[in-house]
């Protein structure tokens, strides 16, 4: 028996006036998952105004029922956008009522690091989410206050000796470096171990990056994922596409990029973009490849599927970086396929 487990990226719908159709194109390719989930990058809240929290972003709470016809059975909401108490809470209640799954997001620090799990015909899939993406002041998930889950990093910065110039001439930037917080990447290890326990496949999700490089960050917290009983690792928030590692015999995806994404936090128009639509079919409890569509927006805010070889910079780019990381990933009719399995 073969399942699928289909992942999204990030999901904002804020400056949409009606989503109903917004997902009217890419539907049929979710209707058959077993599993399909997304990052939610905008809170359902019907008082935004009164929030006094400008650095979300907030749309009705009646939008979840889009979310339910999409085929989403799950949402993440540990990113920079989740923010504030009332819409945190109220994000939460609405999904909750439209019977979407949630994690990353809660009333507490326990609610908001635990881990979900969903049964489906008898398998077990289990997802833990952190964002390393988050504002210091107040936005991190702790006893008696809502937030949401988070990874932690810091940023270094190296002169960059061994260039000439920069031991000759004032001013050359230097080099930047970033790592994982010690006691975070323990924190995010052994909550890992502990779920990898409790399910048949388990799904590190990770909010996360800077542009289009994959940092030493990530990479510390992915490959200890992995390690701790990871069978996937999958990263958004960047909105491009970043490449796909393959370590260990398990699949990084550092950057799935946009699914449905219309306006940025300065209220630009956010239109030129490309995400990936990622299908996993399942064998025997193991995840056997991974498929690659790419999905756009049109101009009427909706999410569409694209065959890869209409994007080709797109597509070229993404084969080339991944091969740097050890996954080999091959062009199968209008689909970029990554195989895990013989």
């Not at 969903?118 to 989410?129: A, C, N, S, V």
């Not at 000759?168 to 890992?192: H, K, N, Q």
């Not at 388990?202 to 990479?219: D, P, T």
């Not at 927006?297 to 070889?309: G, K, L, M, W």
Request: proline share 5%; net charge negative.
């Amino acid at each position: 028996m073969t399942r699928t487990l289909c992942l999204l990226g990030d999901i904002n719908l804020k400056g949409v006036a009606e989503p109903d159709a917004v997902f009217d194109l890419v539907r049929p390719r979710l209707a058959d998952a077993d599993l399909a989930f997304a990052n939610l990058e905008c809170c359902l809240f019907d008082d935004a105004a009164s929030a006094g929290e400008q650095r979300g972003f907030y749309v009705p709470t009646r939008f979840a029922s889009a979310l339910k016809a999409a085929g989403l059975h799950a949402v993440g909401q540990a990113n920079n956008v989740t923010i504030g108490r009332e819409a945190v809470a109220s994000s939460l209640a609405a999904l909750d009522q439209a019977g979407i799954a949630t994690i990353g997001a809660g009333l507490d620090a326990t609610a908001a690091y635990r881990p979900l799990i969903i049964e489906r015909d008898g398998l077990r899939y289990g997802i833990l989410q952190r964002t390393a993406v988050y504002w210091p002041d107040g936005h991190e998930a702790e006893l008696g206050k809502p937030g949401v889950a988070v990874i932690k990093a810091h940023t270094a910065y190296r002169p960059r000796l061994e260039q000439q110039a920069a031991r000759t001439r004032p001013g050359v930037p230097p080099e930047v470096m970033t790592f994982a917080d010690p006691a975070s990447l323990a924190e995010c290890s052994a909550a890992i171990a502990a779920l990898r326990q409790q399910a048949d496949i388990v799904i590190a999700s990770f909010h996360w990056g800077y542009r289009a490089e994959v940092l030493s960050y990530q990479r510390e917290f992915a490959h200890t994922a992995i390690a701790a009983g990871a069978d996937l690792v999958f990263g958004h928030g960047p909105h491009m596409i970043l490449p796909i590692e393959l370590h260990a015999g398990r699949a990084i995806i550092y950057g799935c990029g946009n699914f449905s994404f219309q306006y940025a936090h300065d209220s630009a128009l956010h239109d030129d973009w490309t995400g990936m639509l990622l299908r996993i079919p399942i064998r025997d409890g193991a995840l056997q490849a991974i498929e690659i569509a790419f999905v756009t927006r049109n101009a009427e805010s909706q999410t569409v599927p694209r065959p890869v070889a209409d994007l080709p910079l797109e597509r070229d780019r993404l084969i080339a970086a991944s091969a740097r990381l050890g996954a080999r990933l091959q062009a199968e009719g209008e689909l970029l396929r990554l195989q895990l399995k013989p």
